[in-house]
């Protein structure tokens, strides 16, 4: 099923397992991070029913806008227990059928309102496109774990001294003012650029192959912040039918 395969090649790509990830530019082998998260389906529902995790309704579209509240939380599981990710192929209700993805940070007053979300598009899952694009599945859910673009505030020259305050706000991913492809450039501060970062718009060009420690780390806390907490306790691992005989450690 294409969306099991999609969940699979997502956390490839989070687990350094895409088949790209040792062929990362020289510059940034040293750099480069892991996620020790694997994301699954729920196995059991909000009622405690079994499930597959996988939900079907009429086709609907437009949940990249606030213009469907409504419909996105009538049909949401809690927000504190559940990542809720919904697949469409017109994602703002504009006729356009080639946006990708959208996705939102941590946001509190997002979960209590049951609008916390993904939504991507499914024509760009793995197995509906090519390899390299349907990565950018992995680009949201970095979003949904705080990451911002890398090329966020351009370049400027005066800003590398404040990496944790500007831009990205990690200060190991250079700064860019976007994707110019796969080949490596430098930026206004004459330092290689990092294209094949999975949070640059690099995944059209089939540039996607990793994220930097830095990235990990702030994706790390995010998953302390009050809107993701209680996703990985243990008790909720159990409560949605996605626990291992292991300790949850984060």
């Known amino acids: 099923m294409t969306i099991i395969k999609a969940l699979e090649k997502l956390n490839d790509d989070f687990h350094g397992l895409n088949k790209d990830f040792h062929s990362v530019h020289p510059t940034f082998q040293g750099s480069r991070s892991t996620l020790n998260v694997t994301f699954k389906l729920a196995r059991n529902d909000p009622n405690g029913n079994p499930t597959t995790g996988i939900i079907y309704y009429p086709a609907k579209n437009g949940y990249a806008t606030n213009a469907f509240n409504n419909d996105i939380q009538r049909e949401a ?36 309102a049951k609008l916390a979300r993904i939504v991507y598009n499914g024509r760009y899952l793995y197995g509906n496109t090519d390899d390299e694009f349907s990565s950018v599945l992995t680009h949201e859910f970095g979003h949904w774990l705080n990451l911002v673009h890398t090329f966020e505030g351009g370049c400027s020259t005066s800003s590398d001294s404040q990496c944790d305050q500007t831009g990205d706000r990690v200060c190991d991913t250079p700064q860019t003012v976007g994707s110019q492809g796969c080949t490596a450039v430098n930026n206004c501060l004459n330092k290689l650029v990092n294209s094949e970062n999975y949070m640059d718009y690099s995944g059209a060009y089939g540039c996607y192959k990793m994220f930097t420690a830095g990235q990990v780390a702030r994706m790390e806390a995010s998953m302390h912040h009050p809107a993701r907490v209680a996703l990985w306790q243990l008790q909720n691992l159990i409560a949605t039918g996605v626990a291992e005989n292991k300790t949850t450690k984060m």
């Open 77 to 112: 599981w809690d927000n504190y227990k559940y990542c809720n990710v919904y697949i469409q192929l017109d994602l703002y209700a504009n006729g356009v059928l080639t946006n990708s993805g959208v996705a939102w940070y941590p946001d509190a007053g997002m979960s209590n």
